[in-house]
């Protein structure tokens, strides 16, 4: 039998239950859980606003565990088979089609109608299907990446679901050599952000954010300012960014707050002709105001979406963050660990930002 | 002596006023008019929508004329002398800098702060720097293109001030072979673009605007649809792009409105990963409201802000206007002329959408 | 019984082979071919000058037919289900893996070393996988789609194998708004090169190559200026683009020529700064020389190879070809038509350029 | 008066000719030389490798210096007057002329017609216009930057010419985050390369390329792996880095070595996809010969040509150094410095590779 933590509906508390052991089809996997992320996506699952969830579902998006069973050959991206006892993890993101308009014609696969999200959009009555248990069923096809032996688990999950959605942030911003780069927002993906664009070469990385843990984890991946929005009023917050640029703002900003008023102050954050990603409106929290004058048309300025992950961001950030990790040790980040008893408190404590980033470690009781 | 019509200030009549010949610095020219265009832009100046404008100004941006004098050798972008007699038009924009961050870091030289405008930011005062006026003084420097012998006067002053900046729209949109691309206005800019999308092999355009008279003269430009703002709501102007692209809304929306509530709309007929560029925001008429989860993160789109035009685009729409101008005869969009002495009336019937299009001619009385 | 003409081998002459129906699996359907199309290639199976041809194979990759079963429900991009009757064309390319390296990570599918197409990689000994025949078996995955009403089978296999072919080379030059083009080779690449080029918005068109029949056709399909290689040196091609370019060369040359030489050729061609894709070398024909100092380096060219064709691009090309096939009637290519015991005779004609354009009907005797 | 060393013609020895102090036009500017380079063009110019340059000259194109004096009010790209005793450095590159087809319509800014070239294309008689001098005159409009307070002169001409020539490869390479990056080539462009591309987020840099003191300083430079040119053949270099990739080849490759035969190789070293830059190939050093269908058709390969360098290569190429630099000591590259007296041994030893970088200091003997 498996043990996971179940989400039975918005604002309920989790259940512990037991599950039978997953029946394998020809190229499924079954993962023993190593550590499985506690994001704030799943604080949003818990209070009910993604739409479309079909609970009760066992939460978990990205985890990284040992392989215990394959059913077949299965190979990874780099056509190398993965095998019994591998430390992996894998891409939440499975049934991408392939076949639609957005996946053929538009090249947009994340916007394919098709996905399906592990320990978010499977119900727990298919199964195994998120990482808050003992045990991970990776259906055929999902998408599977072995860790590099100078990565551990504990620096891979501390980077978590922040380090390829920061990619895909990055990626969308092309942040070039020499540039500045404001990141609006401290948790995880704005973190993981700081890194990528550190590591893309930017001459300036600035964090505007909180609490104050959080700015000083910033710092330590080498942010060069952290502005404390408990501070400073958002008026002050764009001066000080026009103050650090030569009155210009920034030639980049990335938005990961998830607060729709961040929108208006970061668009006045970047200079004329700049870039300015928004990345982190994952849900629906009302609308923002603001003057296309004074700050689109004007500013000639380019205003990106960026939803969901591909398997190269993962991909690239696992393997950037193998390479890098001493000098980004993001396990650092994770200030609290759970075990499948204590996930209501850990959704509690990701709410109340009361941590940096909390992670579940079935082996915990 | 020179006739010319002069803006005194903010809703104040225009006068007409004589001046003396310009002297020619080395490297300037003089040029007759044929054309100069009243464009929307000439209505906010008479309404006082600009900043810094610094009256009284001769107003005309975009101007046709022949030139009568020429002090020294002058030469067009291929490297050939202008000669007294030739039909030329000149880009507006002058003073571009070449040597600030925009200019020469940033690559977005529209946005260099020492740039000036014929017709816009030069004072009455400081010359003959407007085309509502028999002559125009050409300050060295100005970039000056001769007229092509298949491109008439007429039909280049029909394109007028729309073309390069709807150049510089869909260029900045990156319409491609194959795609949907919505234009929301039926002004000059719109129906520039909407021959631009159609000649950057769109597979459909659709134009929502009004009154008739302009939506007509859209379909005459080979747009398939024109949607009448007078008609259909802004939900069923949603919806009746949607039900056009497959469900799916627009490859590339091109916004040509001056309204900011245009945006929410633009971005909601636009299809998940596309682009949606902002170029009619052009004065500051107040705030609008979106969710950004909705339209920008979830959609995953690009929202283009758009400002000014260069060289490139004045050049390469006159090019295009030549070669193609038998299918798009812009000269059927000027539905009226003035001379000097009826630039006011000139100023009330574009203000009230009369026209389609309206250009002084300084021969009429 | 299916009949169906098989390539036994490198310069072996073709049979006429009976098949039995083909067995369908779940997703499989079977296809009544209308058209198959003689390509270059075919000439190039037929001459051995591919590796790693699975001899004895049908040949045709690009057909249209009419759908005679499904094997339960299978859609098209758009989501629409595929019935019988329907009247069809599909992507000759199967198996793209989107698991490996180039089709996650560098997003350059056509690289995929898993992929398979029909009629050129796939043996006579696993079906009905090739066009040369009268029925075609279309397996589970095989992206299909319908062709317009607009588009008539013989339109879309005048386009053939060069529309995707061609609208790849052309979406990788970035062909924009006015520019020149020069595309060298004028068989079915090229002349489909020709109208993209156009729709594209170029304001110039220039062809080299030849014979007299072919240039004939890319004057019909809206080129300027046909060089034709029979009357003309090397270096005089090269200073007749430069006197049609204002003495630069071409903003973007396409290469569709399959003859190394080309390459020196076409690098002269273009102008400083421009683009240049090659898109003919799909066999080894030898090594061509060039200065990289001269021809490269200080032209600070780009020079782009161009592989391979996905499903956008057959999807784009044959909606641009049913909106605009009255402008650009590529039926008229068509100068052959042969049946299935003609096929030999069909090469034959191919390889000396008697034809521009020759199609297998499978009705024909 | 002012001693400067003179280059008289090809393979002649260089004299020190006394010149007067210069005049200054307004605008204009009297540098009082710290260091000017000795690059590997210089040795190309003494070696009449480069055609059209007016002997004798004034060698020395980059060059770091004090203000002496400033006739009026001159600002850098920030907008900063320049005060007497500043220490700056400028662009070698004047006279882009701002107004051609290159610089307008064609943004390839490198190739405009106009652009002269300090120490390269300015004759001795017309002026202090090269660095080899105790002072330099920067004409009016030259571009001035100033150092950085972190940045020391020694530092600065460590980079040199290599800066921003590799700036403007690796930004026409579009490095990205956790690519695998071959530079080709150990010379000053060649390591700046190395520096550029790790700032760029690179996971791996491989150099090819040699002396072993010049290998050493891209280990030292933070490049991963070191291939000697003198060690391994062509076809054992592909190998080692077939081997190093994955079996694949590098995302980018960058050659800076001005070796025709590089090219090949260069394309066999890079991954189906991927981009090849060619920087190095700034002389005429005669043809290559490459297989166009294996290494450039087939692979999809892009091969860019990357001519000359403009302000924000060098304003960006500055910023780095100055924020980066104890991580990239680019002083440690200046392994020999010579007098005024001392130019022709300076050539001589960059010729014979004695030297990794070589630097003129006019206040030595």
New interface residues.
Partial sequence: MVRAAVMTGPDQPLELVRFANPQLEPGGMVLETIYSEVCGTDVHLWRGRLSGVPYPIIPGHVTVGRVEQVAGTV?D???EPIKTGDVVTFLDVHETC?????C?????S??CPHRRVYGITYSASEGLLGGWSQKVYLKP?V?VLRLPPALSPERFIGGGCGLPTA?HA??RAGV???ESVVIQGSGPVGLAAVM?AR???A?QVIVVGGPRLRLDMALRLEAELALDIGDLSPAQRVQAVLDAT?G?GA?VTIEATGV?AA?SEGMAMT????RYV?????????????????L?????????????T???HL???M??LS?FGSRFPLELTISHRYGLSGTGQALLDVEKQRVIKAVIDPSLP
Same sequence: chains 1, 2, 3, 4.
Avoid: M
């Fill in positions: 190979s991206v780099s056509g392939g076949r639609c308009y957005y053929q014609v538009a090249r947009t994340t916007r096809g998408h990619f990055v990626e070039r050599l020499g990528l590591l893309s070469g001459l030569g210009r030639d729709p929108l200079r004329d002709g700049g928004v990345a982190g409106q994952y849900t629906d929290a009302g609308e923002v105001s603001f003057n296309p004058h004074r689109l048309n004007q500013k000639h300025l380019s205003l990106l979406g960026c939803w969901g591909d398997l190269s991909y690239r950030g393997a950037l390479k």
